[in-house]
């Protein structure tokens, strides 16, 4: 390949203010992971909510979250990011809508709409990780938990998922994972995280190349520094003499 | 008074009926081994008593409370009952002293002291003090067992009931739960146990109750049981001979 790759291009002033290059790199990345982080913790708080649901004797709620996955899990995120971008906004009562739509600085608007958005497509997915979790355990835990006198919120509590969630630390990770790399579809509603700061960086400097390795390279490290702060988590949590953990 | 009075219980799943007609009950300090084969719905029974599995006709009380009542409060009901599994069921997550501690602590209201001093009264009494900060993982097989019997005493039940306690257990590890569970029995304590171990009935039933296909088909004393072979039904003698030959 015949190209001059010309790193220092990172370096140069943009023309706004004092900023260069690499400053709008920072802004993404730090957009990025206000985007999915919070998106995640909502995800997490949601997803077991309704995976403890799944696994209720109770028909109605078992129900109400197996619909809640299905519609989720089979709609592709940029459609349901459109839903909540496009759609909803529209559907709202008079006051927020104008609130939603003038008053907030348009960043902030598009910044809710991702975040419901990943929120909720990721919930979905946790639903089922917390669910077979559930699952995977022996039926006479719950049978030991009910026989001492908890009652049914103190199973979950005390018995139930302190269990399930520490087997399904790894599918975790990689949903963990996925929310960051999902992030990206914000730049399609304009807000300015990594990948939207990259193609803006590409088309103001013609330096495409060393814009996307840039992007490529913190994206791993970002997501690789995930994953080593999950595996700590999991090292943390780890029981002896269950699954795995040393005797 | 009978602390476990079992009247005309049947159970369905779906077509097929676990149990029928079971009417059978345990005094006050009174020790009744459940025994017959596989599937004869002995466990079922015994998992009725605390409401574990439901049923559909029939009533139980247990020290006077009616368990099939939609209205009685189970959660209380149960915590007053003890109950051993087949397999442990420890909560592994959490330490022997954790273990022992939690449901004193969540159910009964006790203090971390007063739970604490419980839980390693009866932990010592199952020889396991040494253990106390161990996990779950981290014991044999009967080891696990006596701490679950352990966790079920440190609730301060009226009655205790054993699941085939020593089923899953190593060879060499079944005596020293069967020790435990005598030693209880000496004690005074209700006890409603599943269990092939005719020794142990031997030594301490005061009843025997054999079981087959849902039914109770022999409820007598222990002497009658083992002492009055010709007396017993078909069924009963044929399960005996096959586990009484070796």
Same mark, same amino acid.
């Given at each position: ?34 985007v ?40 592709p995120l940029l459609v349901q990011l459109f839903?909540?971008y ?28 991702v975040?419901?958005c990943l929120?909720?497509f ?59 790399k999902n992030s990206s579809v914000a730049s399609l509603i304009?807000l300015?995280e990594?990948l ?52 | ?105 969540? !159910?009964?209201?006790? #203090?971390? %002291? &007063? ?9 010592? *009494? ?90 109770? !088909?022999?409820?007598? #004393?222990? %002497? &009658? ?9 078909? *069924? ?11």
């Amino acid at each position: 390949m015949n190209y001059n790759w010309d790193w220092n291009v990172f370096f140069k002033s943009t023309g706004i203010g004092s900023e260069i290059y690499l400053d709008w790199f920072i802004s993404g990345l730090g957009w990025t992971i206000a985007v999915a982080l919070v998106a995640w913790i909502v995800a997490l708080i949601i997803g077991s909510i309704l995976g403890v649901m799944r696994t209720l004797p109770n028909k109605a709620a078992a129900s109400f979250a197996a619909g809640y996955v299905e519609l989720f899990r089979n709609v592709p995120l940029l459609v349901q990011l459109f839903v909540w971008y496009f759609l909803v906004p529209d559907y709202l009562p008079e006051q927020t809508q104008i609130w939603f739509k003038q008053e907030l600085a348009p960043t902030t608007s598009a910044y809710i709409s991702v975040v419901v958005c990943l929120a909720l497509f990721t919930a979905a997915r946790v639903c089922e990780q917390v669910r077979t979790g559930i699952q995977a355990l022996p039926k006479g835990q719950s049978a030991a938990a009910l026989a001492v006198g908890f009652n049914q919120a103190q199973m979950y509590r005390h018995v139930l998922l302190p269990q399930a969630f520490r087997i399904i630390i790894p599918p975790l990770t990689s949903e963990f994972l996925n929310i960051f790399k999902n992030s990206s579809v914000a730049s399609l509603i304009g807000l300015m995280e990594l990948l939207a700061q990259t193609k803006q960086t590409a088309e103001f400097t013609a330096n495409m190349f060393e814009a996307f390795t840039l992007a490529t390279i913190i994206y791993f490290v970002l997501n690789m520094s995930l994953m080593g702060l999950m595996s700590w988590v999991e090292r943390k949590v780890r029981v002896p003499g269950m699954m795995g953990g040393a005797k | 008074m009978s602390m476990i009075s079992i009247k005309n219980v049947s159970k369905w799943y779906g077509e097929f009926q676990v149990l029928t007609d079971c009417t059978t009950k345990v005094s006050k300090g009174e020790v009744v081994v459940v025994c017959g084969p596989s599937g004869s719905g002995k466990s079922t029974l015994i998992k009725t008593v605390n409401a574990l599995e439901p049923f559909q006709k029939g009533e139980i009380f247990v020290d006077g409370i009616s368990v099939g009542d939609a209205k009685t409060d189970l959660p209380k009901l149960r915590a007053r009952i003890g109950m051993v599994f087949q397999n442990f069921e420890l909560f592994p997550h959490l330490s022997i002293t954790e273990n022992l501690t939690i449901a004193q602590q969540r !159910v009964l209201g006790r #203090s971390l %002291d &007063e739970a604490m001093q419980k839980g390693m009264h009866y932990l010592d *009494r199952v020889g396991l003090k040494a253990h106390a900060g161990k996990f779950p993982g981290q014991l044999s097989g009967g080891q696990q067992q006596r701490v679950a019997i352990a966790r079920a005493l440190a609730m301060d039940p009226i009655a205790m009931l054993f699941d085939e306690p020593t089923s899953a257990l190593d060879p060499e590890m079944v005596n020293e739960v069967l020790d435990v569970m005598v030693e209880l029995a000496q004690e005074g304590m209700t006890m409603m146990c599943v269990t092939h171990e005719m020794g142990f009935a031997r030594k301490v039933a005061n009843r025997v109750i054999f079981m087959d296909r849902g039914h109770i !088909v022999e409820d007598c #004393s222990k %002497d &009658e049981f083992f002492g009055n072979p010709d007396a017993r039904s078909e *069924r009963a003698k044929q399960f005996l001979s096959k586990i009484l030959q070796h």
